[in-house]
């Protein structure tokens, strides 16, 4: 480590040192002298502390594209995990650069699926099925940018938790098989709200000798789910939604689709963060709700909804622990780095993958 690097570090453990208010004031104060030539982007699940200074809040992809348009923003600062960053990467102008407060910020479920894996697994489908002509591959933009652009490279596309049919809707026009990676719970729910039978859809795992499944297995199926999922959203169980019934009279329940298949099949409402916030927000005041998704979107519809009773699905706390990483000390942190004029915890996606990456996103908003 340089001097200049150890003195940055040692930097960012003294803020530890600091109270909420001095953290907050400096975080402030450095916003300010940045001022437009700066965009702080705060996914949904971020902690409330951090949250409040957000310039734009939402989903990865609506924050990536909406930070892209703000030309006079040099620096995109994005509070959540590290696949996000590198969606800010790719589709971002060339005068602006993204950083990440905290690089240990990444995704459990990105985290499943990595690109010599997805390879490898590509090739032993190609020993059964001639893979380039029968099978589109889908990844969900909870993914490495090396995924993106593997998809880009073999005709394929990225979808998101919003348009998760529509996308294997378009991948089907395309070829009569999807291999759908890293999430199978989206793959799954998405595949069977479309009406594909079950016995359709196969699960491969990467561990076992062609996924663990059958060579008829593969020629019969239509979807191949990666063996991946969300920590968090994997702790929702059927149980659950059955407790709330039984305690609350007309509670409506509402899910994210990274939930299990069992979990999505008793849930009255399924959709994406954006959809899940304008489900309860749209509800009359009274309504009864018990939300599938992160903690810290559920406290703030709490907290910003007092006229509804919404309870969080699970009776355990589950969080995203990765994103949670990013706190004010990290951000400050950044922040007075970048006034002093040095960029740290840069995300920069190589050109080339960068470049099959966006085809891939290109593809998906097209088609969106």
């Known amino acids: 480590m340089n001097a200049v690097a150890d003195s940055s570090q040692s930097l960012l453990e003294s803020l530890y040192q600091c109270s909420d208010q001095e953290l907050n004031r400096r975080i402030q104060a450095a916003r300010d002298q940045l001022g437009e030539k700066l965009v702080i982007l705060c996914h949904h699940y971020q902690r409330e502390e951090v949250y409040q200074f957000a310039d734009l809040t939402g989903d990865s992809l609506k924050l990536s594209r909406l930070a892209s348009q703000r030309t006079r923003a040099e620096t995109i600062v994005f509070c959540g995990v590290h696949f996000m960053a590198e969606v800010a990467d790719i589709l971002s102008g ?22 010599l894996q997805v390879t490898a697994a590509w090739k032993e489908l190609e020993r059964v099925i001639p893979v380039e002509s029968q099978v589109t591959p889908v990844t969900y933009v909870n993914s490495t940018a090396e995924l993106k652009a593997f998809c880009g490279a073999h005709q394929g596309i990225v979808c998101t938790s919003s348009n998760a049919t529509n996308i294997l809707k378009w991948a089907f026009s395309q070829r009569p098989k999807v291999f759908f990676f890293p999430d199978q719970h989206l793959g799954r729910n998405s595949a069977k709200r479309m009406g594909i039978p079950l016995d359709e859809i196969v699960l491969y795992q990467p561990d076992l000798p062609l996924g663990g499944l059958t060579e008829d297995a593969i020629r019969k ?21 059955e407790l709330f019934r039984k305690r609350v009279p007309g509670i409506r329940i509402v899910v994210h689709p990274e939930c299990s298949m069992e979990v ?15 489900v309860v927000r749209s509800a009359p005041p009274g309504s009864r709700f018990a939300i599938g998704t992160e903690l810290n979107l559920v406290n703030r519809l709490k907290h910003e909804l007092p006229d509804r009773e919404i309870h969080f699905l699970c009776p355990t706390i589950c969080m995203c622990s990765t994103m949670f990483r990013i706190d004010t000390q990290h951000l400050c942190w950044t922040l007075e780095q970048l006034v002093q004029g040095r960029l740290v915890n840069r995300i920069s996606v190589p050109q080339r993958e960068a470049q099959l990456a966006k085809l891939a996103l290109e593809r998906m908003l097209s088609v969106s």
Not at 94 to 115: F, K, W
Not at 223 to 229: D, K
């Open 94 to 115: 060339p005068n602006q650069v993204t950083l990440l407060p905290d690089l240990a910020a990444g995704c459990s479920m990105a985290d499943m699926a990595d690109l």
């Open 221 to 241: 199926a239509r979807v191949i789910l990666w063996n991946g999922y969300c920590s968090v959203h994997q702790m929702f169980q059927p149980a659950h939604v």
């Open 264 to 278: 999505c099949d008793l849930a009255d409402e399924l959709g994406s963060t954006e959809k899940i916030q304008q």
